[in-house]
């Protein structure tokens, strides 16, 4: 090998180290969701489901950013998107949410997952709470009713969250 080829393997291993897909950890990502139940455990009402619905959209947006899973279209396991390494799509931050919303005590069935059903698909969760509808979006950090959405959303009849391949 020559001097400049040499170089040019390093340089193209260096590329490599930064664009293949790693996670923030394992570990660290279940310490991380962990540290988020006990917040949103901290507080009450709204200001608990804001908790979960802000932190998850920032946990998942900042530590899994590279090329989208192979299984992007299938719904995952809490335990299988926190041990990703690939960027999550919008089922993945549906699944979590629900996960830390039943920790705190909301019930399964004030949760149905709604399904956009124009333009690009695209699923959010909607919270039955007194007497409101409120969307959980990763698409928003802020929480929004149904009539706040400028598309058309319905009942999700695909997999039953819980319910899925991996």
């Given amino acids: 090998m020559t001097g400049s080829t040499k170089v040019s ?13 790693r996670s923030a950890g394992a570990e660290n990502m279940k310490q991380q969701f962990d540290e988020i139940a006990e917040a949103a455990q901290q507080k009450s009402g709204l200001d608990q489901i804001r908790e979960i619905n802000l932190s998850i959209n920032t946990l998942l947006t ?7 899973s192979p299984e992007a279209n299938d719904w995952r396991s809490v335990d299988y998107i ?13 699944v979590l949410k629900e996960e830390l919303l039943q920790r705190v005590g ?6 149905p997952v709604m399904l956009r059903s ?5 699923v959010v969760l909607k919270i ?5 509808e409120i969307i959980l979006d990763n698409l928003r950090n802020v929480m929004v009713t149904m009539q706040d959405l400028s598309h ?11 319910q899925n391949s991996n």
């Fill in 9 to 21: 393997v390093a340089v193209l291993l260096a590329w490599l180290f930064l664009l293949v897909p």
């Fill in 62 to 68: 900042t530590t899994h950013f590279f090329l989208k």
């Fill in 82 to 94: 926190l041990d990703s390494k690939y960027r999550d799509d919008c089922k993945d931050f549906v």
């Fill in 106 to 111: 909301i019930k399964s069935e004030r949760m």
């Fill in 118 to 122: 124009t333009g690009e698909l695209h």
């Fill in 128 to 132: 039955h709470y007194r007497e409101r």
């Fill in 152 to 162: 058309a959303y319905e009942l999700y009849n695909g997999i039953p969250l819980g």
